[in-house]
């Protein structure tokens, strides 16, 4: 996944190329490039690093550009491989995957033509200049018809230095018009000045050329409409903090408090209350951080529902051949409303007759145009690539969904220790600081291994995914039970193990665990809202949570976890906003 940008108008394109792509760079940011056109000739600018490193394209002059920031897919990091690429009379950025590119290549390689990258998308700009017989937009047209697989494309011909060209399949683009000129860009964020906004969808291509922008699909041009924004973008600073990670964990008590909805008596939702009514099974797709939310939702749910809760990684969903029976709600969890797996799992339990319904941090993002039902949470942007509030804010959601349901089939659920959960969120976030000294320890460690039962299970997961995201520490979360089942080989003198500890039930159970991590020369982190477990001698160190209902407790328990992950990180002197090989959005698949 990489983030594109377009500009075309009467104003010099770099420099509004660069901030547009600051505000992308959260789709990539192993390497950028600019091309800007000035007299029928394109000058480039690349670079390998962040979007900072293009600061000397500033001063490219021209008023028609395209810009990339990249992840890479195909081909490493590097100068050489970052788009725009150029070939003959073209210059392109691409976002997504061109399966078929090496039989592609081939053939143009057979042509006699020299390619300069490892990339797939190089042989878009290979195929534009060989169908190009005068027509930009047939040569676009062409070309795409040979492309399998997905795109967003932004294109210029050196000889039209007016305009921009646009396409579309399977990966977002947005159009639109700001007081300065027309753009395209991979988001609406990216292009948030614009007045005028249209979505492009699959299989239409656009044209920006002066003061107009036309859309066309295969048979020809068609009209479009603007799109309804329901919010307008925010850039957040960091606001003084050192990191927007550790920023956005201090905004957890908001971002659950803001995020929890009383469905009952809110008469927006009085349509999607009559959906909970008829609702027999629910399903529940997502990725990574938002699987692990459903995760902690089918605990919830089941326990105060009754109803059968089936969550599954979309990736797995979508390649699968998931069942729908009558009165299926389909719980499509994306915190960017544009991770590629997710889309699809929803779309495919739509085509398949499921009621499909986004929960996302992200209200006009491509999830929201898919799903029958949109639920948002209000975390506010979140920046930092490990993904922290929008957490908490999804279980917020996801809690209140639960309820809501219950109380829809004719059971009692107490909403009332829901809204105690702000405050508890705030009192832990005040218990952490601890960790800070613990953190070199884990630094030096060779793995890390996070245990719990039931709803603790949910948070020994996201611990682990959090800390191998930002610290890049080798670790694994499994259920407590687990352990001895073949992971407590690993376990020796020293190896730092998280236990998580909140279910009364089986309290004592998780402590056995802990006793034969002990007893193997193991050292215990517990995170338990129990007291009496802390001066166990088993324990290492120990963070008390503050006492709450057992089946929302992970809403608190991951708040530890994601500290001792950012301490960590700290200490082994990553920057944990910007993790290496990731990004925040991750729109192929
Ligand atoms: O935007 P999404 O919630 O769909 O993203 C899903 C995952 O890519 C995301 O949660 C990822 O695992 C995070 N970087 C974890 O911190």
Known sequence: MCGIIGYTGKAQAAPKLLLCLKRLEYRGYDSAGIAVLCEDNFSVYKRKGRVDE?????????????????????????????????????????????????????????????????TDSEVIAHLLDFYDE????????????RLIGSYALAVMRRDRAD????????????????????????????????????????????????????????EGEIGKEQMKLTSRAEFPDKGGYAHYMWKEMCEIPAAIAHSIINFDSDPRFSAFNIVLCHTKYVQIVACGTAYHSGIAAKYLIERAARIP??????????????????GTLTLAVSQSGETADTLAAAQLAKERGATVVAVTNAPDSS????????????????????????FNAQLALLYSFGTALAAQQGKTADRSALLSLPALAEQTLSRVEKLKMTAPFYAQARSVYFIGRGADYCAALEGSLKLKE?????????????LKHGTLALVDEGTPVVAILTQRAVAEKTMNAVSEVYARGGKVLLITSFPEYTARKEVSVSILLPACEELYSPILSVIPLQALAYYTALARGNDPDKPRNLAKSVTVE
């Open 470 to 482: 930002i610290s890049y520490l080798p670790s694994e979360g499994y259920p407590a039970g687990e």
């Open 367 to 390: 999830i929201t145009r898919i799903a029958h039902f949109v639920l948002l949470t209000q975390a506010g942007r979140e920046i930092a690539v490990a993904a922290t509030k929008s």
């Open 134 to 145: 005068g027509d930009v937009l047939t040569a676009l047209r062409k070309t795409c018809a």
């Open 309 to 326: 809760v089936e969550v599954t990684v979309a990736s797995e969903y979508r390649y699968g051949d998931p069942i729908i029976r009558e």
């Open 54 to 118: 293009l600061e000397g394209a500033k001063a490219l002059s021209g008023t028609t550009g395209i810009g990339h920031t990249r992840w890479a897919t195909h081909g490493e990091p590097s100068e050489k491989n970052a788009h725009p690429h150029l070939y003959g009379r073209y210059a392109v950025v691409h976002n997504g995957i061109i399966e078929n590119y090496r039989q592609l290549k081939e053939e143009c390689e057979a042509r006699g033509e020299r390619f300069t990258s490892e």
């Open 163 to 218: 305009a921009l060209y646009a396409a579309r399949r399977k990966s977002p683009l947005i159009v639109g018009r700001g007081n300065d000129g027309l753009y395209v860009a991979s988001d609406v964020p990216a292009i948030a000045e614009c007045g005028e906004l249209y979505s492009l969808a699959d299989g239409e291509f656009a044209l920006l050329q002066q003061d107009t922008i036309k859309f066309f699909r295969e």
